[in-house]
């Protein structure tokens, strides 16, 4: 099966930026979707980024479009999550996710992912 490792997360200023990386332990990894996703307490699982199997198209949640960006390098196992002008509303726990189908594209919805990462801790301060 599939394991994911989150790093990166901290704790940053309004206005900062953060890295946040996803290690995939699969022989497989090309194949699959993936996803970032975030949580905070009360709160549902927002989809946040979306890219497909060969790093080709990538989709954002409408309250990241334009701070954040997804990335991967099929060749390391790793995908990204680039995070600019941070704000405290960033704050959240965010999970890394991978879908393995034969088409690949895009995956939005968090039920329909297969693997996930245990979830790393992102605060922003005021």
């Known amino acids: 099966q599939e394991q994911l490792v989150e790093s990166g997360g901290g704790l940053v200023q309004s206005g900062g930026s953060l890295r946040l990386t996803c290690a995939a332990s699969g022989r497989t990894f090309s194949t699959y979707s993936m996803g970032w996703f975030r949580q905070a307490p009360g709160k549902d699982r927002d989809f946040v980024a979306g890219i497909d199997n060969r790093g080709t198209r990538t989709d954002y949640g409408d309250s990241v479009k334009g701070?954040?960006?997804?990335?991967?390098?099929?060749?390391?196992?790793?995908?990204?999550?680039?995070?600019?002008?941070?704000?405290?509303?960033?704050?959240?726990?965010?999970?890394?996710?991978?879908?393995?189908?034969?088409?690949?594209?895009?995956?939005?919805?968090?039920?329909?992912?297969?693997?996930?990462?245990?979830?790393?801790?992102?605060?922003?301060?005021?």
């Open 67 to 126: 701070r954040f960006t997804i990335s991967r390098d099929n060749a390391k196992n790793t995908v990204y999550l680039q995070m600019n002008s941070l704000k405290p509303e960033d704050t959240s726990i965010y999970y890394c996710a991978a879908e393995e189908d034969l088409f690949g594209g895009i995956v939005y919805d968090a039920i329909d992912y297969d693997y996930w990462g245990q979830g790393i801790q992102v605060t922003v301060s005021s």
